[in-house]
């Protein structure tokens, strides 16, 4: 395969990310009506760090070229992305 067959593949992953992460925005709007609701704040520590915490064991265990660390700053950002769609 050459370079431009590989890019397209990453294309079309990349396609294939985005409609999951607005998904999952998505269920983070509707967790943050809940919290609204409830009079929670909608950064919650624990669970983040619980969130991470998995992620990293996953990817541990999954092996791969990313490590844990690179899956926790990934999920790090993705959790202070859609954190803004709760506010």
């Given amino acids: 395969m050459d370079i431009n067959e590989w890019r397209i593949r990453i294309d079309e992953l ?3 990310l985005m409609t999951i992460l607005n998904k999952r925005a998505t269920y983070a709007a509707e967790i943050g009506k809940i919290k609204k609701q409830k009079g929670l704040p909608v950064f919650d520590e624990s669970r983040e760090t619980a969130v991470l915490n998995l992620v990293a064991e996953k990817a541990k265990k999954a092996g791969g ?3 844990e660390e ?3 700053n990934i999920f790090r950002v993705i959790m202070e992305e859609t954190r803004k769609v709760e506010e």
């Fill in 70 to 72: 690179s899956f926790r």
């Fill in 14 to 16: 990349n396609d294939e």
């Fill in 65 to 67: 070229p990313l490590s």
